[in-house]
């Protein structure tokens, strides 16, 4: 056996436990009672130190420096190329911090459930605490073997080769146009008529009507489900995709959305190659590529006039309780492009979006990069969201700084990902249309020419290439956020 060869089986054996940790992470959050909590908590404390243990055996060293010099395909060396980037995360951290982090960010997470609800940021923040301490150690830690800022240490680990200096500049070009074009686009929609969701709709009716959307979608039943809890998100593993949404009996336009917009995350992790499957090489290539194919779905798919028209007779299906004015396709149409600065990012529209995630990237860079503390994070929000929002959050902490459930497990560097991941899809419609008509596909009710694209120039790509290669061969172009600006111009102004 060559020492490539060994180094896969080493890492199939990893992902093994990696699809253990994953699913008893989503029966965690959506199912698990909550006493069952502390020893959770600890059993997947004791899966994470065991999982880096394999990840850090000693053998390791040796087996990449000799795979090195072997004779290697391409798609062999790009593997090799991965394996050997998560092992240097992997050895970068020792053990006891592992195990810390984990029960640490096990204990923050689940007393925030309520916390949240009960505005408690004292009690929040106490947890809170020992997450920032270890994260600011573990960033400080990877900045010291790779010469990068802490931030842009554990930025890495979502966006490979991402950097503060990168993102400021597209920051800081998107705040000179985002706060006029906001404006702009309410100055038009204040002369429109809008039905607004009124009425009853059960929680088991909307659970169906996000199945059928599901399978609109094509969503692999046989290898994932869908289920609810506090904060939806797509977990588990290509083979067995785990999704979650949540649902308002008041409203039933955000849960749907929302399950549009974790079926997209869905087929992604449904589409990534099956020869590699296991391997680092056969994962998603980045957070920011990922949001991609989430709000891909669900903006520049789920949220066009075309799509909307498909789901139109859906909702009417089941809520026939419902006001026909509110479930018509074009009332749909403008409730689903309504822009309006609001205090929740998960509910925010596309407009308004990336000023909720220049927020949150600005507080926790200056966070890792030791400008601030947590305790200065209300005060910030509540001066950020009035300065890019004309919003106060002063001592509202469950609609502002708490109402996250990302920095509970130290997941600092995530952030800045949503919004790439919305230029990347905007970038990637453009150059879909350029091959498909998407507007007449859509129309016919034939997305198989839509899902055939994203699978040969996003799915099965997986980590084969890097972020930029991967983006230069779909669209000939590297990111370039023109693309999103021209989205927005043309879908709210145009």
């Known amino acids: 056996m060559s020492h490539y060869q060994k180094l896969v089986e080493h890492n199939l054996k990893i992902s093994r436990f990696e699809h253990l940790s994953a699913i008893c992470g989503w029966d965690q959050a959506a199912v698990m009672p909550s006493g069952g909590n502390e020893a959770r908590s600890e059993a997947m404390a004791e899966l994470s130190v065991h999982l880096h243990q394999l990840g850090n055996a000693p053998q390791l060293a040796e087996w990449f420096d000799k795979a090195e010099s072997e004779s290697l395909s391409t ?18 951290l020792p053990e006891a911090l592992v195990e810390a982090q984990s029960l640490a960010g096990s204990k923050c997470e689940h007393a925030w459930r309520t916390q949240r609800g009960e505005n408690d940021w004292a009690g929040f923040s106490k947890n809170f605490a020992e997450v920032v301490a270890l994260s600011k150690e573990e960033a400080q830690i990877r900045a010291d073997i790779t010469g990068l800022t802490p931030y842009d240490a554990m930025l890495d680990l979502y966006e490979p080769g991402t950097t503060t200096a990168k993102l400021d500049v597209v920051f800081d070009n998107v705040k000179t146009w985002l706060p006029t074009l906001i404006q702009q686009i309410q100055e038009k929609q204040a002369t429109e008529s809008i039905h607004l969701p009124k009425g009853h ?29 506090m904060h939806p998100f797509c977990g588990g593993v290509p083979t067995d995709v785990r999704i979650t949404t949540r649902y308002d009996d008041s409203d039933f336009v955000q849960s749907l959305m929302g399950t549009v917009h ?8 449904q589409g990534l190659p099956k020869a590699f499957a296991g391997l680092p090489v056969g994962q998603a290539r980045s957070m920011g590529i990922h949001e991609s194919q989430s709000l891909f779905f669900e903006m520049q798919l789920g949220r066009s006039q075309e799509f909307i028209a498909q789901l139109s007779p859906l909702v009417a299906k ?26 929740i990012r998960v509910d925010a529209d596309e407009a308004t979006y990336p000023a909720h995630v220049i927020l949150r990237y600005e507080i926790e860079r200056d966070l890792m990069n030791g400008k601030i503390e947590y305790t200065d994070i209300p005060e910030l929000w509540d001066t950020k969201m009035q300065q890019y929002l004309g919003l106060s959050t002063k001592d509202n902490y469950k609609n502002g700084c708490m109402q996250d459930i990302h920095w509970t497990d130290g997941s600092f560097g995530y952030f800045p990902s949503y919004t790439l991941g919305a230029m990347y899809a905007a970038q990637f419609m453009a150059a879909m249309k350029k091959e498909v008509n998407v507007a007449e596909q859509i129309s016919q009710g034939n997305l198989e020419p839509i899902f055939a694209w994203l699978d040969k120039n996003i799915w099965k790509k997986a980590s084969l290439l890097s972020t930029d290669e991967l983006v230069k061969q779909a669209t000939d172009d590297v990111l370039n956020p023109e693309f999103f600006k021209a989205h927005l111009e043309t879908r709210y102004l145009g």
Do not use: C
Not at 214 to 229: A, I, T
Not at 333 to 341: A, D, E, G, L, S
């Open 262 to 269: 974790e079926t997209g995350h869905a087929r992604y992790e």
């Open 201 to 229: 709709y059960p929680t088991e009716q909307q659970r169906k009507l996000s199945l059928d959307v599901m399978k609109l979608l094509n969503f692999d039943f046989d290898h994932g489900r869908l289920d609810v809890s």
């Open 318 to 343: 089941h809520f026939t309780q419902a006001d026909p004015k509110i479930i018509e396709s074009s009332n749909l149409q403008k409730i689903y492009t309504r822009v309006n600065p609001d205090f």
């Open 75 to 92: 798609n062999e060396q790009a593997s090799l190329r991965e394996m050997k980037s998560q092992w240097q995360q992997t050895t970068a």
